[in-house]
């Protein structure tokens, strides 16, 4: 798959008029692999693809000294591909001015938040719903786990460890989960490493960072960790794909994407919409629909 991504980009600088192409590769002194930016067919070499390639590099699209590149090409892995979707569906970038290059995805290494990683506790996201991706361009490998999701056939992007953790925490009390997210959040240390590799955290000023007048507590408190996560996951309420980049950026090991799976679930379950599988989609949030359900307003 790896020489096979690289002669596809490298085709792409040929034959597409590609300014710059945004993959993984090895990046510092100790060969962690991150975003690269090729500029030049001669530099495609440096591409790779593996279980380490965690980033979802649709983070880098609305970035004004990227989009001066010229014309991008983007490795993606599925759930990757669908937070490009939900970008061009909010008008955040043209479509027509990307190339994307979609990786059949068997799996991710998870890693602790002190970088490590092992193979009995932080395994590979193997029982992912998603493994070909959809919408895009190029399509490079195969598997056999299954087709492309798309809005026919979309399920929540989720493992299954994922969906046992949220069963057991929805037959928790309400105090009892009250308790469980004070818990998680008291280890928020608000570095906003979450915030900064979500690609749906594009607002050029964060409430976060508003202090005329301030929204909400600017230190590590509980009252402001409380209102900085919660705020957070309801703006992606509807819009979250199940990356897990908020989560695997978290130096507190915070259950973020847990958090957002929940909002993601209610989404599906009460009006069938899961972020990032329909190519002009209406946002969810604001968009009024006659059919839509409402046994669960109270």
């Known amino acids: 798959m790896e020489n096979?991504?690289?002669?596809?980009?490298?085709?792409?600088f040929a034959n597409q008029g590609v300014g710059?192409?945004?993959?993984?590769?090895?990046?510092?002194?100790?060969?962690?692999?991150?975003?690269?930016?090729?500029?030049?067919?001669?530099?495609?070499?440096q591409l790779v693809w593996n279980n380490e390639c965690r980033q979802n590099l649709a983070v880098h699209l609305t970035r004004p000294e990227v989009k001066a590149l010229g014309k991008i090409a983007i490795v993606c892995k599925p759930c990757d591909a669908r937070a490009v979707v939900v970008l061009a569906n909010e008008a955040q970038i043209k479509r027509e001015d990307l190339v994307v290059v979609g990786v059949v995805c068997?799996?991710?290494?998870?890693?602790?938040?002190?970088?490590?990683?092992?193979?009995?506790?932080?395994p590979k996201c193997e029982t992912c719903v998603q493994h070909v991706p959809a919408n895009v361009d190029v399509v490079i490998g195969e598997t056999s786990k299954g087709e492309a999701l798309d809005a026919k056939n979309a399920e929540v992007?989720?493992?299954?460890?994922?969906?046992?953790?949220?069963?057991?925490?929805?037959?928790?009390?309400?105090?009892?989960?009250?308790?469980?997210?004070?818990?998680?959040?008291?280890?928020?240390?608000r570095c906003y490493a979450c915030r900064q590799s979500c690609p749906l955290c594009y607002c050029n000023r964060c409430v976060a960072d508003k202090n005329r007048p301030a929204r909400i507590d600017t230190s590590a408190s509980?009252?402001?960790?409380?209102?900085?996560?919660?705020?957070?996951?309801?703006?992606?309420?509807?819009?979250?794909?199940?990356?897990?980049?908020?989560?695997?950026?978290?130096?507190?090991?915070?259950?973020?994407?847990?958090?957002?799976?929940?909002?993601?679930n209610a989404a599906k379950e009460h009006f069938g919409f899961?972020?990032?599988?329909?190519?002009?989609?209406?946002?969810?949030?604001?968009?009024?629909?006659r059919d839509d359900k409402e046994e669960f307003i109270r």
């Not at 991150?34 to 030049?40: H, K, L």
């Not at 899961?274 to 209406?282: D, P």
């Open 4 to 12: 096979e991504l690289r002669n596809a980009i490298r085709e792409l």
């Open 20 to 45: 710059v192409a945004i993959g993984y590769g090895r990046v510092g002194v100790d060969g962690a692999v991150g975003a690269v930016f090729v500029t030049s067919p001669d530099d495609v070499d």
């Open 106 to 122: 068997e799996g991710i290494r998870n890693v602790k938040p002190d970088g490590s990683t092992s193979d009995k506790d932080y």
């Open 157 to 189: 992007a989720t493992t299954a460890g994922h969906q046992a953790k949220l069963a057991k925490l929805r037959a928790m009390s309400a105090e009892e989960r009250f308790q469980y997210w004070r818990d998680e959040f008291s280890r928020c240390v």
């Open 222 to 264: 509980l009252k402001g960790n409380f209102a900085w996560n919660i705020l957070r996951a309801f703006h992606l309420a509807g819009r979250c794909v199940g990356c897990g980049a908020c989560a695997s950026a978290c130096p507190a090991g915070i259950e973020l994407d847990l958090l957002n799976l929940t909002l993601a």
């Open 274 to 289: 899961v972020a990032g599988t329909e190519v002009g989609a209406a946002p969810l949030i604001g968009t009024y629909d």
